[in-house]
């Protein structure tokens, strides 16, 4: 039986992976600081424990695994990444995190090992134009990422590359571009924009409150992709024999304004929009996925509303409980 050890078990793209290796056969170990937070892992074995301490990275890497999938990080959405109060954190923990799994695989002769690095990665001076971003991946350099968090991800890339050319190691790099689905971060001030969205609507929705807020004039652009599909793009890069780094991500680009609009028809209710001071980060951003099509024959062709509405009617479930707890 093929085996697979998946570190960042317990987030929201960890979790999703698992499951999906599950389905394909392989033993699947999980690693994480917590078990996920909305329904059991399907691990065969999870480990609860702390990647930023190299022991523990050599204690989870006894046996040999077929692939290797470094997800787990610090970070968050826009409330936790833009606003400095981090910074540290974020940079020692996911620095070190990818250190001490790199060494570990190393020194057990575990050379297949998958890194997803991030949109944030790329250099603020070619997001300023909402309407024309430049997110290809010959773009990165030079660099200028508009956060400590993208600073640490372009080190990192640069560390996985280092051990595949020094150390022979079968790297694979891939930078994700704003992922969403059902089963992630909602409230907290972690969570990604469709998630927040959906959880400031829901609420309008079933308050009956005037409007909801968001964070800056919501004219800065994004796209967002599917978890199923982020997984798809994951696998296909993992089991190919291109390196990377490339996107992950989707090229239907919308403005922060159109993302709450969508949510408002899915949700089928209408509330004004204010905008208030807030972290919005780069005022552009878009997957350019013509080199994942060129070296893997695939791209992410789901349309955002579908995979919205999954995801909405997930969250408001949630919004559902936490006012009938109490809690919201």
């Not at 134009?129 to 990192?156: I, M, Q, R, V």
């Not at 919005?280 to 955002?304: C, F, M, T």
């Amino acid at each position: 039986m093929r085996a697979a050890l998946v570190c960042g078990a317990g987030g929201f793209i960890g979790h999703h992976l698992v499951r999906r290796l599950k389905q394909e056969g392989f033993w699947v170990r999980g690693v994480d600081l917590k078990y996920p937070e909305f329904s059991p892992t399907p691990a065969d074995d999870f480990v609860i424990g702390d990647l930023r301490d190299p022991a523990f990275c050599r204690s989870i890497i006894d046996r040999r695994f077929d692939e290797v999938y470094q997800l787990a990080a610090d970070m968050g959405g826009a409330g936790y990444v833009f606003t400095g109060e981090h910074d540290a954190d974020i940079l020692t923990n996911s620095a070190l995190i990818n250190l001490n799994m790199l060494d570990a695989c190393y020194k057990r002769n575990i050379r297949h090992i998958f890194y997803s690095s991030s949109a944030c990665m790329y250099p603020a001076y070619n997001q300023q134009d909402p309407e024309n971003p430049k997110c290809a991946e010959h773009t990165a350099y030079p660099a200028d990422p508009d956060s400590e968090y993208g600073w640490e991800k372009l080190f990192s890339e640069r560390l996985y590359l280092a051990y595949h050319r020094n150390y022979g190691m079968e790297v694979r790099i891939a930078r994700y571009h704003n992922i969403f689905g059902p089963e992630g971060t909602w409230i907290g001030g972690r969570e990604k924009a469709p998630a927040a969205l959906s959880r400031k609507i829901a609420s309008a929705k079933l308050k009956n409150l005037p409007y909801i807020e968001i964070w800056g004039d919501g004219y800065q652009t994004r796209s967002f992709l599917y978890i199923d599909e982020c997984i798809e793009g994951t696998l296909r890069l993992m089991r190919s024999d291109f390196t990377g780094p490339v996107n992950i991500g989707s090229e239907e680009m919308v403005t922060i304004r159109q993302l709450a609009q969508l949510i408002m028809e899915i949700a089928g209710v209408a509330v004004e929009i204010r905008s208030i001071p807030g972290p919005v980060g780069v005022r552009g951003r878009n997957s350019d996925n013509a080199l994942i099509y060129e070296k893997l024959g695939w791209k992410p062709s789901q349309p955002l509303r579908q995979g919205l509405e999954i995801t909405y009617r997930w969250v408001e479930e949630q919004v559902k409980a936490a006012i009938a707890a109490g809690k919201l």
